[in-house]
């Protein structure tokens, strides 16, 4: 069983910066992919990045390239997603999961495929 707890979350200006983080623990959590997803009112749960855990690849939905990275720290079991140019359209409540799988590759297409999820942190951004 993996648990994960995101934080970072907040009120931001458009074009400004925030960093989310999510603490994952649990047996073997480094072995597991970590996906961030998010959630607009009305709107359904869209994959916003991931991280590999049999290679490391990353990947990006298209509407967050060159504006979001995702890390990892394994020593602290920490994965983080940096967001710099916000935009109000990414306001939403954004949730990290895990699929619990050792060696695997992300995606971000099924949210089903991740067994393991955080409570969600709201981000929010002004215009």
């Known amino acids: 069983q993996l648990r994960l707890v995101e934080s970072g979350g907040g009120l931001v200006q458009a074009g400004r910066s925030l960093r989310l983080s999510c603490a994952v623990s649990?047996?073997?959590?480094?072995?597991?992919?970590i996906a961030w997803f998010r959630q607009a009112p009305g709107k359904e749960r869209e994959g916003v990045s991931c991280?590999?855990?049999?290679?490391?690849?990353?990947y990006y939905a298209d509407s967050v390239k060159g504006r979001f990275t995702i890390s990892r720290d394994n020593a602290k079991n920490t994965v983080y997603l940096q967001m710099i140019s916000l935009k109000p359209e990414d306001t939403a409540v954004y949730y990290c999961?895990?699929?619990?799988?050792?060696?695997?590759?992300?995606?971000?297409?099924?949210?089903?495929?991740?067994?393991?999820w955080g409570q969600g942190t709201q981000v929010t951004v002004s215009s």
């Open positions: 991280i590999s855990s049999n290679d490391g690849s990353t």
């Open positions: 649990g047996p073997l959590s480094e072995h597991s992919s």
């Open positions: 999961s895990a699929d619990g799988e050792m060696f695997s590759l992300c995606q971000l297409y099924n949210p089903y495929e991740y067994a393991y």
